[in-house]
């Protein structure tokens, strides 16, 4: 086996495929974003590219500039940062070249960005939950044009969206903010939606064929499972039953939430 260093900083999980690992790292005192790349087989750096410079945005003491996990094709490798002002989406190849960067959003960093990007048949999918302006794009795998983008409430969320089938029919959950969503990952309509479980989220849902699995951490600590066979709000009407924490006894009474035990 093998253990290698990693340059700079980040908080994202490695992508793999075949004999190559991805990863996103930053280097805070350079201010520099890149996407390393090495061999799976003997931990090796291949190469490092540099996809941005300079301009670091205010992020949460405990985050990173780097928290995405890249996502891969087989052709390309594609990862998102937050910018100055903005999201933006980068495609690079298996020798580290980039071969597009899109702006995706704007974006406003209150305590950074977590989401990661996702792969759906021929587009990726970036998102960007933030204080505002919210957005929800898809570009196009090959070249990173916009084919479509949503509005979003406008408020922060860390999660990741995921995509699969569910009830029948292909869809893109996410998590945040303040509501659990179904969308139709083709075109960005919303199918359905139900409120909470919390104002801001940062786990990614899981799902079977028909059930939609939603954690919360702040301010509730809350867990709902969501039918996803309905339309619209589905607050009162496909939420089949949802679990907090009880132990009043926290001593962070500030966050006015049980936070202690299951």
């Keep these: 086996m093998w253990k290698t260093d990693v340059p700079g900083r980040g908080h994202g999980s490695p992508c793999l495929w075949g004999d190559r690992i991805f990863l996103a790292t930053a280097d805070d005192k350079a201010q520099v974003q890149s996407v390393l790349c090495f061999d799976r087989r003997t931990g090796r750096q291949l190469w490092q590219t ?36 903005r999201r933006v989406g980068h495609a690079l190849d298996f020798q580290g070249k980039i071969l597009w960067q899109k702006q995706a959003a704007p974006f406003k960093s209150l305590h950074g960005y977590g989401p990661s990007p996702l792969i759906y048949h021929s587009l990726v999918i ?36 995921n995509v699969g089938r569910l009830a029948g029919r292909d869809q893109l959950v996410v998590m945040g903010p303040k509501e659990v969503t179904g969308y139709d990952p083709t075109n960005g309509k919303r199918i359905w939606y139900a409120t909470g479980p919390t104002l801001e989220h940062a786990a990614t849902a899981v ?8 954690s919360a951490g702040f301010p509730d600590k809350r ?5 996803a066979d309905g339309s619209g709000d589905v607050t009162a009407t496909h939420i089949l039953w949802t679990r907090m924490k009880t132990d009043r006894s926290c001593p962070r009474r500030s966050c006015m939430t049980d936070c202690c035990t299951w």
């Design 223 to 227: 867990l709902y499972a969501i039918r």
């Design 50 to 85: 540099e996809v941005h410079r300079g301009g670091f945005m205010h992020s949460h003491e405990k985050g990173s500039q780097a928290s995405v996990t890249p996502a891969c094709d087989g052709q390309r490798v594609f990862v998102s940062f937050m910018v100055p002002g």
């Design 207 to 214: 799902f079977d064929e028909q059930t939609v699995y939603a």
């Design 126 to 161: 970036v998102p960007a939950d933030n204080p505002g302006p919210n957005f929800l794009t898809a570009l196009r795998r090959d070249t990173g044009e916009v084919v479509w983008r949503i509005h979003r409430m406008d408020y922060q969320s860390f999660a990741s969206p």
